[in-house]
């Protein structure tokens, strides 16, 4: 399964480190992760913040995005994909059409709520937009196992 993250879920990846359930599922290969260019210069751009360096140094945050460019195929956007009512968030939407993905991954409200995309993306057959939480769970129903999310409860998404 193909699936392209947004910037902010990234972020939290790289700052949870082992923790995340996205970082686990990725390093046991349940999905391929795809990347634009655009998208792994949002992701360095926006980790270089100093409101966002102090949850993410400066080392993790190399790191992780060393990983971005080994790890993910990369893709250009796509030039006809759905438009998103923040024009911001359409090179999201263009990267996750143009990998064909099957789940785009964030924590924008844009890209997860938004009626119209929601709608446009499945008449065409593209990608369906979850939070992290939406993907567990349909990744559970769709492939009979999970995605550990560990927390302090150990609960399973």
Same mark, same amino acid.
């Given at each position: 399964?193909?699936?392209?993250?947004?910037?902010?879920?990234?972020?939290?990846?790289?700052?949870?480190?082992?923790?995340?359930?996205?970082?686990?599922?990725?390093?046991?290969?349940?999905?391929?992760?795809?990347?634009?260019?655009?998208?792994?210069?949002?992701?360095?751009?926006?980790?270089?913040?100093?409101?966002?360096?102090?949850?993410?140094?400066?080392?993790?945050?190399?790191?992780?995005?060393?990983?971005?460019?080994?790890?993910?195929?990369?893709?250009?956007?796509?030039?006809?994909?759905?438009?998103? =009512?923040?024009?911001?968030?359409?090179?999201?939407?263009?990267?996750?059409?143009?990998?064909?993905?099957?789940?785009?991954?964030?924590?924008?409200?844009?890209?997860?709520?938004?009626?119209?995309?929601?709608?446009?993306?499945?008449?065409?057959?593209?990608?369906?937009?979850?939070?992290?939480?939406?993907?567990?769970?349909?990744? =559970?129903?769709?492939?009979?196992?999970?995605?550990?999310?560990?927390? =302090?409860?150990?609960?399973?998404?």
């Amino acid at each position: 399964m193909i699936v392209v993250i947004d910037t902010n879920e990234l972020l939290r990846m790289a700052a949870a480190r082992g923790q995340s359930p996205l970082v686990q599922a990725w390093e046991a290969r349940k999905f391929t992760m795809a990347i634009s260019a655009q998208l792994l210069a949002e992701f360095t751009t926006v980790a270089a913040r100093a409101n966002v360096r102090r949850f993410l140094p400066p080392l993790r945050s190399q790191r992780f995005g060393e990983l971005l460019v080994a790890r993910p195929v990369i893709v250009e956007p796509a030039s006809e994909f759905p438009l998103c =009512r923040d024009p911001n968030d359409n090179i999201v939407v263009a990267t996750a059409g143009a990998a064909q993905a099957k789940a785009l991954i964030t924590l924008d409200r844009d890209l997860y709520d938004d009626p119209l995309l929601l709608l446009n993306c499945s008449i065409n057959g593209r990608s369906t937009s979850w939070r992290q939480a939406s993907f567990c769970a349909q990744y =559970r129903s769709t492939h009979g196992s999970s995605i550990q999310r560990r927390t =302090r409860t150990r609960a399973r998404c």
